[in-house]
């Protein structure tokens, strides 16, 4: 039984955009702190943007300005807006709950 689904990856070029999406059950979603991370080939796995129950946001520096976490707790779904992707966003995403994570989706930016 699937508890976390991922959604929304893809190949993008330079400056395009992708919205993420990780709809987990309820007693997963639940978990106070929610957030996106991705690892690179070869990268060791860093987060990307972290949510708190009380909905404080951060961001890893490289993606403020860029990437916007939000949740939709009617849903039961975390999502990541992602806009002017560079390259070097190029990874596998993966979205966690508390100490679940999701199966991950490839983001690929190229030309």
């Known amino acids: 039984q699937v508890q976390v689904v991922e959604s929304g990856g893809g190949l993008v070029q330079p400056g395009g955009s992708l919205r993420l999406s990780c709809t987990a059950s309820?007693?997963?979603?639940?978990?106070?702190?929610k957030g996106w991370y991705r690892q690179a080939p070869g990268q060791q796995r860093e987060v990307v943007a972290v949510i708190a129950g009380d909905g404080i946001i951060k961001y890893v520096d490289s993606v403020k300005g860029r990437f916007t976490i939000s949740r939709d707790n009617a849903k039961n779904t975390l999502y990541l807006q992602m806009d002017s992707l560079k390259p070097e966003d190029t990874a596998v995403y993966y979205c966690?709950?508390?100490?679940?994570w999701g199966q991950g989706t490839q983001v690929t930016v190229s030309s």
């Open positions: 966690k709950f508390g100490s679940t």
């Open positions: 309820g007693s997963i979603f639940s978990a106070l702190v």
